[in-house]
């Protein structure tokens, strides 16, 4: 592979993805993006575009010629998808873009995994030999779309030919980001805002300039056929920084009431379900309390290494462009009505 390829990518105009395709572009890559729409922002000059879904796509082995990589970055994670919607796309979407990529003979298929799909050692480590968890229906809907996904890349690997390489970040901090930030901002805003636990439980994060600087390098550098790579930065944030940078961002009150995780899960499921039912945006899913609940501790192992890659960044500094990001796009939608609580705030919030 090298710094010329021509990269198909998937997912590039949301947060993950747009961070990719600008590291890909600085290191000279030829980059096609699929977007199933026009995006709200102006894209790129020098990116060519098709059109096209993940989910109902008949085109996409016509669109991959003379591709060399494949960077899937596509699928949504916010909002309170039903389990339906999040296998087409995960599961079904990444079926058909492998069956495409082997179609036009693609040499690399990156595919940007998630830290979810893997069972925690002792003391919540996860390490490069951490096996994948047992899809069971305890977990929730995203996290199994996940594990199957990467067991339908497993065959592929196995099958050989394609040479296959799984970057799988921590929680995602930054500007474009259409999920994590607004939620917590949601969240925070709410009367009945909660932390889970006592705060203190690790969360890897990673900002997302310096993921889409990792996935570049999944996809330039030579010789990384068989790779999983754990993105996550090297400082230790727990769910009360995480929190309390938000809070501080966007000159928001810390929560008052810090709730037991098994009652956090229970009291997203109600507010998912009630607010499902009027069609708004919930204030905290199950996925969010899974997700604030967690206590885990990366260490960073040998494939993180073989693409050269250390995750040094700030995420406050991260967290503090998605609050920007997430305010200015929500007073420039004007749709989600929640957010007038923290709009008036003026912009940007305390520093
Ligand atoms: N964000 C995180 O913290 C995080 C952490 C670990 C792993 N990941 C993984 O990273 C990937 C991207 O997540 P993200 O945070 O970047 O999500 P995102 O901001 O919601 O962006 C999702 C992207 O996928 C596109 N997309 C969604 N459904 C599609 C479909 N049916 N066909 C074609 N494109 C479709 C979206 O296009 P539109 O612009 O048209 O909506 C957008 O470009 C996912 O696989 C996710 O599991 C994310």
């Known amino acids: 592979m090298t710094s010329h390829s021509a990269v198909f990518v998937t997912g590039g105009t949301g947060l993950v993805g747009r961070h990719a395709v ?13 977007m199933r729409r026009h995006p709200d922002e102006p894209l790129p000059t020098d990116v060519r575009v098709v059109q096209g879904d993940l ?3 008949s085109e996409l082995t016509r669109h991959l010629r003379g591709h060399e990589v494949v960077l899937h970055a596509g699928g949504s994670i916010g909002g309170a998808r039903s389990r339906r919607s999040l296998r087409a796309v995960f599961v079904e979407g990444t079926l058909r873009l492998l ?11 990156v595919h940007v995994g998630s830290l979810s799909v893997l069972e925690p050692g002792p003391n919540g480590c996860l390490e490069s030999e951490s096996a994948m968890r047992k899809p ?6 995203y996290v199994r779309a996940k594990i199957d996904a990467e067991l339908a890349i497993d065959n592929v690997r196995a099958r050989g030919g394609l040479e296959v390489v799984v970057v799988r970040p921590g929680v995602v901090l930054g500007e474009g980001d259409r999920t994590t930030t607004p939620l917590l901002l949601r969240a925070l805003a709410h009367p009945f805002a909660f932390g889970i636990g006592t705060g203190a439980n690790l ?3 990673v900002a ?7 996935l570049a390098r999944a996809v330039t550098e030579p010789g990384l056929a068989s790779l999983c790579v754990y993105v996550t930065s090297s400082e230790r944030i727990t769910q009360r920084s995480l929190l309390e940078w938000h809070a501080a961002a966007a000159g928001l009150p810390m929560p008052r009431m810090w709730l037991p995780p098994g009652l956090a899960e229970r009291a997203a499921r109600v507010l998912e379900a009630a607010y499902g039912c009027v069609g708004a945006a919930p204030p905290v899913t199950r996925l969010a309390a899974a997700v604030g609940a967690t206590d885990l501790h990366v260490v960073p192992g040998e494939p993180e290494s073989r693409i050269g890659w250390r995750g040094t960044g700030s995420c406050r500094d991260a967290v503090r462009r998605a609050v920007a990001y997430s305010m200015a796009r929500a007073r420039r939608l004007k749709h989600d009505k929640l957010y007038s609580r923290w709009e008036p705030l003026g912009s940007g919030g305390r520093p």
């Open 208 to 214: 997302a300039e310096e993921l889409g600087d990792a």
């Open 55 to 57: 989910v109902r796509a």
């Open 99 to 109: 069956a495409a990529a082997e179609h036009q003979c693609v040499r690399r298929f």
């Open 136 to 141: 069971t229906a305890m977990l929730p809907d």
């Open 203 to 205: 969360i890897p994060c």
């Open 22 to 34: 600008s590291a890909l572009r600085r290191a000279g890559c030829r980059v096609t993006m699929l």
